[in-house]
């Protein structure tokens, strides 16, 4: 790219989330990789990553550890990110303060080297573990919820009008 700022394109599409570098690595192939391989020793995995990256891009195998926090240290307040100084969320079902707290989808075990992956948050969903029949009377009383706040706001827009209406007609008789 130009060291010209002038030379820069003005706008940048924001679709291509997931690719970088033009295009020519789409990192979601990784993580998928990586979740496969949770349990593993970690010098095994990337040495395996590091053969499938292009030799064109291996000045950039870094990016690998934008995914992997690889070296961390065990404290008594929990995983220590070297990198970053910040504790790593081991536990999502807890909130945590980001100031001193990072979260990571993976990490190398210090103590055995394995590929650890973290759970995810649990779930929100009200809907979570209903069956058929809840379900059905949720989304009904969902949608009659909805119905409700539009004739409601149907009926706040037509007081409304009709305010403008009145006032509109008072004023013009003042006249």
Same mark, same amino acid.
């Given at each position: 790219?130009?060291?010209?700022?002038?030379?820069?394109?003005?706008?940048?599409?924001?679709?291509?989330?997931?690719?970088?570098?033009?295009?020519?690595?789409?990192?979601?192939?990784?993580?998928?990789?990586?979740?496969?391989?949770?349990? /593993?020793?970690?010098?095994?995995?990337?040495? /395996?990553?590091?053969?499938?990256?292009?030799?064109?891009?291996?000045?950039?195998?870094?990016?690998?550890?934008?995914?992997?926090?690889?070296?961390?240290?065990?404290?008594?307040?929990?995983?220590?990110?070297?990198?970053?100084?910040?504790?790593?969320? %081991?536990? %999502?079902?807890?909130?945590?303060?980001?100031?001193?707290?990072? !979260?990571? /989808?993976? !990490?190398?075990?210090?103590?055995?080297?394995?590929?650890?992956?973290?759970?995810?948050?649990?779930?929100?969903?009200?809907?979570?573990?209903?069956?058929?029949?809840?379900?059905?009377?949720?989304?009904?009383?969902? /949608?009659?919820?909805?119905?409700? !706040?539009?004739?409601?706001?149907?009926?706040?827009?037509?007081?409304?009008?009709?305010?403008?209406?009145?006032?509109?007609?008072?004023?013009?008789?003042?006249?």
């Amino acid at each position: 790219m130009s060291e010209d700022m002038d030379e820069w394109p003005q706008k940048e599409s924001m679709k291509g989330g997931k690719q970088f570098y033009n295009g020519k690595v789409h990192y979601g192939l990784l993580v998928r990789f990586l979740r496969t391989r949770v349990g /593993e020793n970690w010098d095994q995995i990337y040495h /395996e990553v590091r053969e499938r990256i292009p030799s064109d891009l291996l000045q950039h195998q870094q990016w690998v550890e934008w995914f992997v926090v690889v070296k961390v240290e065990r404290r008594p307040e929990g995983l220590l990110d070297l990198r970053h100084q910040k504790y790593l969320i %081991t536990d %999502t079902s807890q909130e945590h303060e980001f100031s001193t707290y990072r !979260y990571s /989808e993976f !990490y190398v075990d210090p103590d055995t080297n394995l590929l650890v992956r973290v759970a995810d948050r649990p779930s929100q969903r009200a809907t979570k573990g209903m069956d058929a029949a809840e379900l059905r009377a949720y989304r009904k009383e969902e /949608e009659q919820e909805r119905l409700g !706040y539009l004739r409601s706001k149907k009926e706040a827009e037509q007081r409304s009008q009709e305010w403008v209406e009145f006032t509109l007609k008072k004023h013009n008789e003042k006249d």
